[in-house]
């Protein structure tokens, strides 16, 4: 915009907002508090709007034409560097010509300065019809203040604005927590997301403001202080509130100086840079931006709370709900009664049971046993006393309370999460106070460590009503309480220098101690935590149907008992790191190897390749699509591996063993189709292993090239050198099943590679929508090599920082070594790959060799690197 065209008050004011600007950020820079700060910026928007204002008055008396009111976060003084501001002027006839004249020079003149405003110009008889109208509108206009103007036509919008918010208080408390619970679910419904809204997630700033919305819809008064007076707000939940707004806002006003513009999510590369600034020392098990995130999370987790109870104390109940309560409840305990929705304490017993451990895991159970939420005068009464500090003594009923409470599913999460926000928890499992907050700070886990680990439990309970084998095998569980308590305490080892797991085995040998638990069940519970990734591990990484790996799975996990509590703890772990992570995919990877493990611990299945393999071969002799007595295809079924001869594969293998009958050795065939239960892409491709070297690394390039993501590979070698290779991807182009088209394109594709074949390197497209890398620590890439697991193959463990075209870099490197890759799993956590395949040397032998694999060492390392400028 060129100034020549702006009134010299206009000018004046961008100049008086921009130093404006610098002053209140150099008060910020220099330690004001940030509620300073705010009100600093408050300060410089009024004058701003009141000097624009007079200059838009065509005379003095015009001034009492209008009202200037903000409201919002501009009314409560609550301003951030670069956030709008909102502006309603009242006035008695908004059609008055003269009127309108001024409002449209002074809207003009302000967008001019650089103000970013929302204004509205209103009767006060018209703000209120609005504000009962739209929740929205009341929430912003409980925040009102006058600025200029005429006074009496603020002073009738009050009047009148007090007798709506009187006249609908219930409503408006029910519409307003109705419309933040809905806000809170679109950025995340909860408080422990690793890139939270300063403004809008769980605990944010929102919260806060919320409690002086409900506060003046339900008492008439916002500031907290005059709520505590009423006895809306508790002392220590005042104090938190004050001091996590005064941390919020400090975050926000840096976020908004150092970006110029309105920026409220706290992305990981904001994280590392606040860290740094604020000075968050180095630590040997904790990196600063953990600490300032963990700081970051107990502010909004007390936010949480402060507002969720003071919630529970504004809302009335009808009149009815409470006199079926009344008249339906009955004493079920010494001092406690049950009603059709709600269980609570007697009138005797109330100041009692916040003091007593006992009777608050008492009524935990009963809740979960009877599926019943806790009356919330009880509710109240307990959190009041359990805040405060006390020793909680592990008495013998609190114990047997406690291991109640976790044998029960309905209401577990729930339950065991309100114990944590009262901090009984960490009382009966210390471990939990040291994992409060604790950030993990990668790209793979979305939630803090006691946050997944309460997932976790709830994850669990939630299979039980699952038609599924793993719904079924929750269902039969004879001692479930194990299982949550080893989900509950999976991965409080982390935090420590030493591996998690071995730190979480010794503490649940504590825990076990601690909660009296039999000898047998203890050491059930230390081995489910020392080895609750072995099964998630043992199918993303080896080769489930090789009898050697699941012998000496079998063998680790010892019992049947054991394998169906690990197999459930699998499943609800990876559930519970972020959503989608427990893919239809990785559910039927474990529940394969559930079985197939399960098979080697009983008994029922024998899973050496004798008898099984020629047990399952038996049928398949009788069924190829052509004569049965044909040499090939008796050649090519004994030569079938165990992993094509399951029930539900060795049909569509018999389909493609038909197809590869009448292919000529200089020809390749390829197909694809998706599979809706595990939502997928399988791509078939076959040909002589002599048709061109180096077939699985074309393979992968063409795959990566058309945008997929590679979940798993197979390579399979059969009889008179024929290659079956099986790839499942995920095609992110399409949103279930990709159309033939798709197929038949990336089909051709991948047919051309193998009978035109180029030595070019791949190139990749960038693909839009991927996120930009931020500058986070990640773990150096890891290189490993097994010799002991598979009797035919090496096995080659690649850990690596993802990017585009990495697999494919991999696999070329693994042809130019002269390594035969049989099979491929291709694990890929976000931003994190654990890659394994089995391999190899040219003569089809082990790789043994220690120079060579040395050699073959360093070279994966330096292709693992991420490339410089120059080689992007």
């Known amino acids: 915009m060129s100034l020549a065209n702006l009134r010299p008050?206009?000018?004046?004011?961008?100049?008086?907002?921009?130093?404006?600007?610098?002053?209140?950020?150099?008060?910020?820079?220099?330690?004001?508090?940030?509620?300073?700060?705010?009100?600093?910026?408050?300060?410089?928007?009024?004058?701003?709007?009141?000097?624009?204002?007079?200059?838009?008055?065509?005379?003095?008396?015009?001034?009492?034409?209008?009202?200037?009111?903000?409201?919002?976060?501009?009314?409560?003084?609550?301003?951030?560097?670069?956030?709008?501001?909102?502006?309603?002027?009242?006035?008695?006839?908004?059609?008055?010509?003269?009127?309108?004249?001024?409002?449209?020079?002074?809207?003009?003149?302000?967008?001019?300065?650089?103000?970013?405003?929302?204004?509205?110009?209103?009767?006060?008889?018209?703000?209120?019809?609005?504000?009962?109208?739209?929740?929205?509108?009341?929430?912003?206009?409980?925040?009102?203040?006058?600025?200029?103007?005429?006074?009496?036509?603020?002073?009738?919008?009050?009047?009148?604005?007090?007798?709506?918010?009187?006249?609908?208080?219930?409503?408006?408390?029910?519409?307003?927590?109705?419309?933040?619970?809905e806000e809170r679910f679109r950025y995340g419904g909860t408080v422990f997301l690793l890139t939270p809204n300063l403004k809008r997630s769980y605990g944010g700033l929102r919260d806060i403001q919320m409690v002086r919305w409900v506060g003046f819809a339900r008492y008439g008064k916002r500031d907290w202080t005059d709520l505590e007076k009423r006895g809306g707000l508790e002392a220590e939940d005042r104090k938190n509130l004050e001091l996590a707004h005064q941390f919020l806002l400090g975050v926000r006003h840096e976020l908004h100086f150092e970006t110029g513009q309105a920026r409220d999510v706290l992305e990981r590369a904001e994280q590392l840079r606040l860290a740094e600034l604020y000075g968050y020392p180095e630590d040997q098990v904790l990196l600063p931006v953990e600490q300032f995130m963990r700081e970051y999370f107990r502010h909004t987790a007390n936010v949480r709370d402060a507002a969720s109870h003071f919630l529970s104390k504004c809302r009335t109940q009808k009149w009815w709900f409470q006199a079926v309560e009344m008249l339906r409840r009955r004493q079920v305990a010494p001092g406690i009664w049950m009603g059709p929705r709600t269980v609570g304490a007697t009138r005797d017993q109330l100041t009692n049971v916040g003091t007593d451990p006992g009777r608050v895991l008492q009524l935990m159970e009963l809740t979960s046993r009877f599926d019943r939420r806790i009356d919330p005068r009880t509710w109240q009464t307990i959190r009041q006393s359990m805040l405060r500090p006390q020793e909680v003594l592990l008495t013998g009923e609190v114990q047997r309370r406690f291991l109640g409470l976790l044998a029960q599913p309905r209401r577990l999460g729930d339950s065991l999460r309100r114990l944590h926000e009262l901090g009984v928890l960490e009382k009966i499992i210390p471990a939990m106070g040291h994992a409060r907050c604790l950030v993990q700070f990668n790209e793979y886990h979305k939630y803090t460590v006691d946050e997944h680990c309460l997932r976790a439990v709830a994850a669990a309970t939630e299979f039980l009503d699952q038609r599924s084998p793993l719904g079924e095998v929750y269902r039969n569980l004879a001692n479930r309480r194990t299982l949550h308590l080893a989900l509950l305490l999976h991965d409080l080892g982390k935090g420590f220098v030493e591996d998690h797991s071995e730190v979480g085995a010794r503490l649940a040998s504590d825990v076990g101690e601690r909660l009296s638990l039999p000898s047998e069940e203890r050491e059930t519970l230390r081995s489910l935590v020392q080895q609750h990734l072995l099964l998630s591990h043992v199918a993303q990484r080896r080769d489930i149907h090789d009898p050697a790996v699941i012998l000496e799975l079998a063998r680790q996990v010892g019992s049947p008992e054991g394998l169906q509590m690990l197999y459930v703890l699998s499943c609800a772990d990876l559930a519970a790191v972020g959503p989608e992570v427990l893919t239809p995919w990785k559910q039927e990877l474990l529940t394969q190897l559930y079985y197939?493990?399960?098979?080697?611990?009983?008994?029922?299945?024998?899973?050496?390749?004798?008898?099984?393999?020629?047990?399952?071969?038996?049928?398949?002799?009788?069924?190829?699509?052509?004569?049965?007595?044909?040499?090939?295809?008796?050649?090519?079924?004994?030569?079938?591996?165990?992993?094509?001869?399951?029930?539900?594969?060795?049909?569509?293998?018999?389909?493609?063993?038909?197809?590869?009958?009448?292919?000529?050795?200089q020809d390749a065939m390829a197909s694809g189709r998706y599979d809706p239960e595990t939502r997928t892409v399988q791509y078939t491709i076959g040909a002589y292993e002599d048709l061109t070297p180096g077939i699985f690394h074309r393979l992968t390039g063409v795959l990566t090239s058309q945008r997929m993501e590679i979940l798993s590979a197979e390579i399979h070698t059969l009889a008179d050198g024929l290659v079956l290779d099986h790839f499942y991807v995920h095609d992110p182009d399409h949103t279930g099943s990709p159309p033939e088209s798709r197929f038949r394109a990336v089909s051709r594709q991948l047919v051309d590679s193998l009978k035109h074949p180029s030595e070019e390197p791949q190139k990749f497209p960038r693909l839009w929508g991927r996120s930009p890398r931020v500058d986070v620590p990640n773990p150096p890439p890891k290189v490993r090599f097994d010799n002991n697991?598979?009797?035919?193959?090496?096995?080659?463990?690649?850990?690596?920082?993802?990017?585009?075209?990495?697999?494919?870099?991999?696999?070329?490197?693994?042809?130019?070594?002269?390594?035969?890759?049989?099979?491929?799993?291709?694990?890929?956590?976000?931003?994190?790959?654990?890659?394994?395949?089995?391999?190899?040397?040219?003569?089809?032998?082990?790789?043994?060799?220690?120079?060579?694999?040395?050699?073959?060492?360093?070279?994966?390392?330096?292709?693992?690197?991420?490339?410089?400028?120059?080689?992007?």
């Open 596 to 665: 197939n493990t399960l098979g080697a611990l009983t008994g029922d299945v024998l899973v050496g390749p004798g008898e099984q393999g020629e047990t399952r071969r038996r049928p398949l002799y009788r069924q190829p699509p052509s004569d049965p007595s044909d040499p090939w295809w008796q050649r090519q079924i004994a030569a079938l591996p165990p992993s094509l001869l399951g029930e539900t594969r060795a049909p569509r293998v018999l389909e493609e063993l038909a197809t590869l009958r009448s292919l000529g050795r």
């Open 789 to 872: 697991t598979s009797e035919r193959f090496t096995i080659l463990d690649v850990f690596a920082t993802d990017r585009l075209g990495l697999l494919y870099a991999i696999t070329r490197l693994l042809y130019a070594a002269g390594m035969s890759v049989h099979r491929a799993k291709i694990g890929t956590h976000l931003d994190q790959v654990v890659d394994v395949f089995y391999m190899t040397d040219g003569a089809g032998n082990k790789v043994r060799d220690p120079q060579c694999l040395e050699s073959l060492q360093e070279e994966l390392l330096r292709c693992l690197l991420p490339p410089t400028e120059s080689e992007k």
């Open 9 to 181: 008050a206009v000018i004046q004011a961008r100049d008086l907002l921009k130093q404006g600007r610098s002053q209140v950020y150099h008060q910020h820079r220099g330690g004001t508090p940030s509620i300073a700060v705010s009100h600093a910026l408050a300060d410089l928007f009024d004058q701003i709007v009141l000097q624009l204002f007079h200059q838009a008055l065509e005379s003095e008396q015009d001034a009492t034409q209008l009202a200037l009111v903000p409201h919002g976060g501009y009314g409560r003084r609550d301003v951030a560097p670069f956030s709008d501001a909102d502006l309603m002027l009242l006035c008695a006839n908004p059609a008055d010509r003269r009127v309108e004249r001024q409002v449209e020079r002074l809207m003009r003149d302000l967008c001019d300065s650089g103000l970013v405003l929302g204004h509205s110009l209103r009767t006060p008889a018209e703000a209120c019809r609005l504000a009962g109208e739209d929740v929205t509108i009341f929430t912003s206009l409980a925040e009102a203040r006058w600025l200029a103007g005429n006074r009496e036509l603020y002073r009738q919008f009050q009047q009148s604005f007090g007798r709506l918010t009187r006249r609908r208080s219930r409503k408006l408390v029910e519409a307003i927590e109705a419309a933040r619970r």
